[in-house]
């Protein structure tokens, strides 16, 4: 049985990976389970998939899991988040973090030889040079989850890169593809957080709603499959059953294709380089009928002609644009801000940054704070931007 460590495992896709590993008795066991603050919900994992080590990251809630978890470990922190996934007998550690905290772990988890299933992507964003090199140095495995990485790993299926000529990424539009623009300033939180075909956290589903989802994922797949950015399309398929499409050198397009759950990725992520035979995932094409596909508007969604302009500035620029992102989506759910404030201040705070070319981890790091106190400066001083 293959040990792994959940990193996340109390939000969407840690829950559906848990699922994964029920539906496949006998071919995994659950070392770690580390989460945020969601205590009932961890404590429940735990009952169930009996892990040694579990990690609640919020260390003021310590001591209620130390007095109900008898049978494990406890640990805490950032310091716990490591250890969970650095343990001498983890096999695969499947890190679904949301958001900038996920970098430290997957370093960490790199370091230490960890084949990874990650669906954080937004540390590939802040540091996919040094992530890539990592990789590469350690021997790892670093297979994607995110659904359109996964399409684009399947159909590349072990060969070079270097034979694509373009990957196109498809995007499901989000809630807001066919609303008039016009009306963008008086969209609410709640209609930002519903998606049409994926059911997902809310940070991720606004962000699918702005296209910077999109946006970050252009980057990550850069990072990961080693492709530039300008061979890197993004392509509206309101069906979302072509999760992506890879066109080789001579022209010829192969497309991944397959319902939209995410714990179909999971499940690959987890098997590869097998596949688990199952009949839960059956794509019936004569009931889609037809797949449309359509360029974006980046007029009506700025925020992916964003994630390009950071993409290509390079350096430090996409941890710049993944840190202001944060801080406004997170400011937008709160109601502090419009939903067309979240492109406009990350306008703002990346032409006010200059790009550190190829920085090392602590000039990452550095960027981010600098991109979260200069996001909350313009948003908080109401500065006009
Ligand atoms: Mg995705």
Redesign the pocket.
């Known amino acids: 049985m293959k040990k792994i460590s959940i990193i996340g495992s109390t939000g969407s896709i840690g829950k559906n990976s848990l699922e994964v590993i029920s539906n496949n008795p006998g071919k995994f066991s659950v070392f770690s389970l580390a989460a945020k603050n969601n205590v009932e919900e961890l404590i429940n994992q735990a009952n169930c998939f009996k892990p040694k080590q579990v990690v609640i990251y919020d260390e003021a809630k310590k001591a209620e899991l130390i007095k109900r978890l008898k049978s494990c470990e406890i640990l805490c922190g950032s310091d716990g988040l490591v250890k969970a996934v650095t343990h001498p007998e983890i096999e695969q550690v499947l890190l679904a973090l949301t958001g900038a905290e996920g970098l430290s772990p997957l370093i960490a988890a790199i370091r230490a030889g960890k084949n990874i299933a990650l669906a954080n992507?937004e540390p590939l964003v802040m540091a996919g040079e040094i992530i890539r090199k990592l990789v590469g140095e350690h021997g790892v495995q670093l297979i994607p989850i995110?659904?359109?990485?996964s399409g684009i790993f399947q159909c590349l299926d072990g060969r070079s890169s270097s034979r694509v000529s373009r990957i196109f990424l498809t995007a499901s539009g989000g809630p807001f593809l066919n609303r008039n623009s016009e009306t963008f300033d008086r969209i609410t939180p709640d209609e930002a957080v519903q998606h049409p075909r994926w059911n997902m956290g809310k940070k991720i589903s606004v962000d699918s709603a702005t296209l910077m989802?999109k946006g970050l994922?252009v980057i990550e797949a850069s990072a990961l499959f080693g492709i530039g950015l300008d061979q890197i399309e993004v392509l509206i398929h309101p069906e979302a059953v072509v999760h992506s499409i890879v066109e080789f050198e001579d022209g010829s397009q192969i497309a991944q294709m397959s319902v939209t759950d995410m714990q179909l990725p999971i499940q690959y992520a987890l098997s590869y380089p097998k596949r688990f035979k199952s009949d839960k995932y059956r794509l019936d094409l004569s009931k889609v009928g037809a797949l449309n596909f359509q360029r974006v508007d980046t007029q009506k969604f700025p925020c992916l002609a964003l994630a390009y302009r950071a993409g290509r500035m390079a350096g430090t620029a996409p941890c710049v644009l993944n840190a202001a992102n944060e801080v406004c989506v997170e400011s937008f759910l709160k109601g502090e801000i419009l939903f067309t404030d979240i492109p406009r201040s990350i306008e703002a705070v990346l032409a006010s940054h200059s790009s550190v070319k190829h920085p090392n981890l602590d000039e990452i790091f550095k960027a981010d704070v600098w991109a979260r106190n200069r996001t909350n400066e313009l948003i908080h001083m109401k500065v006009s931007v």
């Open positions: 992507k995110d659904s359109e990485h989802n994922e």
